[in-house]
């Protein structure tokens, strides 16, 4: 350890306790969660412990010693950068490598030839490495894997990818070590339970880095322009510009690829002296301008960055100087994380500019304020039982080595996400890859995995095998579509929603061009460049996150607490709230508040318990589903952080809904899960689970004929396994995570209680309210009926032939 | 069911998807897909065997609804190479006493002396009495046409954002396009022109849609 304390001194550098602690941990043998935030030095806090292992050995290492995870190739040239200027400088020969999905064929070759001491990649990589025959033999000297930034992959699939490749490297190299790095979390004992598992030879340690954040709301002149409804934000615009001019460098983040790509063009048009200064980073756009983006930065040639989550992370940019968000961060932990990009300097506060879109996020931004001060970070709810990311991993193993299931069943059931793994539930899996069905069945031609004499799972047809390599690391949100030109070249890859709205002719903005779109075509947008000035703007629908618990409890308290009024926020919003007023009521912590009227669209009726958008999508399913049963009816609904709304094309009746209870925690389980296999809100869950469960197929580069006659949809493969094969897991999975991760159960029946505590106001409205405004605008939307098809029908034709 | 006219031919709409020209007692069927499901599980993708079987049974409802004397399928008969699925379609066609002709698609790779060896009659595409059948939606001047390969479908809007997304036969100036047939296909949406006629598919019904203004 004296040789890292030398190399400290030699760089100018005093290590700090927390890094000493991770030291003398490391060199115990114990596995350990460090808690740190970025730019603290928490890189050199695990890589002295490693290094002062190897150093402590006779030989000189040889093999791979360590595997550092990182969930973002761009900070992974971060790390390989920090970990080889170390390790040259005290084992001169080793050599640190870099894996990602961005290296080449020629390296990754090399690599595997001669593998370096230390190697930096992605879960996705990770895997890939799994599906190598002779992975065993690679990792054979591994001494520890290091899972930096876990709070990002805890609460993702990649996170329960992690945990299966740590519980299978485990099994046979018994003295792995493990060791995770992670922000502040809500939940952090469990979060260290799920990454290091149930031992005892664990340690944790605390940076204990307290920065300083600043929140501070941008607020309009006046309020007559302010929108109600959430959209871009552009309407504070100068205001941002005043803030770009004022500091050095700004970082501005957006919540979505297409609004980063808007307030980039718009910032350009109003300033144009920003021209060679200015820049644009976010994960669709090409890997060497994001590179060059985040070198500029660094070295302060940028003035501004306008960006998304895909800059949220780790990279170090210890110039920029301040930080805007646009929109709404839905929680305390990310506003905490972005706000910590600026000011870098050891006890320099970083202010954070808060941007509300409409004037409900004002709110927000006093609950942001208070989480803030009161250090209330919000906790990550682990995905458990995700069959899709199972099945992937079998078939990663049976491309590979092979697999025998009694061995590798009691791995997996020590996994935290597959310990309550039922031997039936194992079975049907293996019948899922073996068979394609539960029964033996004659003349099936089925054809994945194979099991050999001495029963080893392994895949023998080599175009599954290649297909299946593909599909290794497809754990993405949305679907990507490629952007090309009609003539060829690759622009990059875009969200299917984006253009979705588009039609051909449109002309939209993407990597800083106007584009025409051509045509779609097999997950690929065709387009050419347009010189038209008129670019279409695909309405943003908001980030689809749902605010944490804290948040909504934060925001509740924001909002019914009165001294909060004499905030600059709340003076902002007094004339917005003087109109809620007019027509209804700003509702007390004691009432829940609902809210009817009609518009030409039809019955709105909107509910506001400030629960939280995961909540309420539930609710509002549920609610619709109540009132279903008392009448044939059809609802469209949509929801947000305060509330949801039902609009139907008939009225039902306030005192049939109050006279049944409908507002009842009783039966709530039963009537939930009735709701969500009615409402098919599993089905957007669903598109996940059949990209990352190999069910659907993107296709090759340049594919032959051949492979296009595998491509289908998500939505396809969802009704054909609710109409003839309800029981498949993968259709039951699209259910339960619905009910887990979508609205978190358990505190299903502490809103229910607390529900039952309120009185309910029931508002006739003449017309619309500025708290439902956003509701009722929002146009995605889920549905639920209770009427027939046919009936559904003819009450079409019939408003049809009426308007005409 | 629902009868029409289509180029002064009398002609009823079946939910199916079938569309019966009861003058020659033929039904004529686009885009069936046989074997796709075998060919996705040959692939290692599990699509529900279960599938297979719908074809037939949407037959024999056919059948029983319908005096069927021959079977014009409009293209797409089978999704891919052939796999086992055939070897079903072969059985099923052994027992019929239909005259069956297949107008090519452009899934049909297989071999067309395969389906000669079964007394199907091939062709790229088939003339009678005025109307022209292919797989693919083309233009004809003296002739109207009868065609698949779209998948059409439609999307309607009620009130109160209701939205409906539903098969549909496309009825346009110079042409006729049927739904698919088969139970694991896509739809294509499309927009109608204010000349154009709709009939949408329930799983009961077939209804057309007042026309658009």
Known sequence: MTSIQQWFKTQGWRPQPFQKQCWEAYLAGKNGMLHAPTGSGKTYALWGGIMAEALNQKAAPKGLNALWITPLRALAVEIQQATQRMTSDLLPNQKIGLRTGDTSQAVRAKQKRTPPFGLVTTP????????????????????????????????????????????????FLPHLKVWGISATLGNKALAQEILLGKGTNHQTVEAQIQKKIKVQSLLPKSMERFPWRGHLGMHLLPQVLRIIKKNKTALVFTNTRAQCEIWFHRLLEEAPDLAGHIAMHHGSIDKKIRLWVEAALREERLKVVVCTSSLDLGVDFSPVECCVQVGSPKGVGRLIQRAGRSGHRPKAASTIYFLPTHAMELIEAVALQKGIATQQIEDRTPYINSYDVLLQFLMTLAVGTGFYPQQLYPVLRATFSFQTLTDQQWTWLLNFLVKGSQSLEH??????????????????????AMRHRMTIGTIVSDADLKVKFQKGGYLGTVEEWFVAKLKPGDVFTFSGRNLELLRMHNMEVIVRKSKSKK???????????????????????????????????????????EQQRKESIVPQPNQLLIERFETKEGIHTVFYPFEGYAIHEAMASLMAYRISLLQPISFSMSFNDYGFELLSDQAFDPQAFMDNNLLSGEHLMEDLQKSINISEMARRRFRDIAVISGLVFQGFPNAPIKSKHLQSGSQLFYDVFKDYESDNLLYQQALEETFDHGMERGRMFQVFERMAQQTVVWKSCSQPTPFSFPLITDRIRSKLSSETVEDRIKKMYHQLTQDS | MKATTIAGHKMVLHPSGALYWPEKKTVLLADVHLGKAGHFRKNGIAVPRKIEGVFYQKMQQLQNDLPIRRILFLGDLFHSD?????????????????ELILIEGNHDIIPRQQFQALGITTVPHWEEEGLYFTHYPEERESLFIICGHVHPGIRLNGKGKQQLKLPCFFHSSKQFILPAFGAFTGLHLLQPTPTDRVFVLTSKEVLELPPKT
Not at chain 1, 141 to 164: A, C, I, P, S
Not at chain 1, 444 to 462: F, N
Not at chain 1, 556 to 562: G, R, V
Request: with cysteine; hydrophobic share 40%.
């Open chain 1, 124 to 171: 996705e990589s990770w895997h890939v490495l799994l599906s190598t025959k002779d992975h065993q033999k690679y990792f054979q000297q591994l001494q520890v894997v290091v899972v930096d930034e876990w709070h990002e992959l805890l609460g993702t699939k990649r996170g329960v990818q992690v945990e299966l490749a740590v519980a299978y490297l485990r099994s």
């Open chain 1, 443 to 464: 003349y099936d031609e089925y054809k994945k995995v194979e099991v050999l004499e001495d029963g080893c799972y392994k895949v023998v047809h080599r175009g599954i």
């Open chain 1, 535 to 577: 670019t279409k703007i695909p309405a943003w629908m908001g980030g689809r996150m749902s605010f944490s618990a804290h948040l909504s409890d934060l925001l509740k308290k924001a909002l019914f607490e009165p001294d909060e009024e004499a905030t600059a926020e709340f003076r902002a919003l007094a004339p917005i709230f």
């Open chain 2, 82 to 98: 052939k796999n086992n699925e055939w070897f079903l379609f072969s059985a099923w066609v052994k027992q019929q006493q239909l």
